[in-house]
Nanobody
């Protein structure tokens, strides 16, 4: 079965950095685009970044463009989100997402808190 497991969240001061990882299994990872979403308290879940199956195409939300970088290692079935210059408004639960054979799959999420 498809499984997505995020890690790397935590508490960081404004201006700091974190790197999230999402380990995928149960499908042919290298054939599918991967996405990172986030959901802040009281807000809807929003798309943060996506990456094509080969890593050649990436797209970012305006709010994170220039600060976050999505990447993937198809030999490790893992997608990453490098987050730099973090702001308090980046505080949210971050989710890994894949749409496999028409079905949306989600990880359990990892909490990122940006606070001094």
């Amino acid at each position: 079965q498809v499984q997505l497991v995020e890690s790397g969240g935590g508490l960081v001061q404004p201006g700091g950095s974190l790197r999230l990882s999402c380990a995928a299994s149960g499908f042919t990872f290298s054939s599918y685009a991967m996405n990172w979403y986030r959901q802040a308290p009281g807000k809807e879940r929003e798309l943060v970044a996506l990456i094509g199956s080969t890593g050649g195409t990436t797209t970012y939300a305006d709010s994170v463009n220039g600060r976050f970088t999505i990447s993937r290692d198809n030999t490790k079935n893992t997608v990453y989100l490098q987050m730099n210059t973090l702001k308090p408004e980046d505080t949210a639960v971050y989710y890994c997402n894949a749409r496999v054979r028409g079905v949306n799959y989600w990880g359990q999420g990892t909490q990122v808190t940006v606070s001094s």
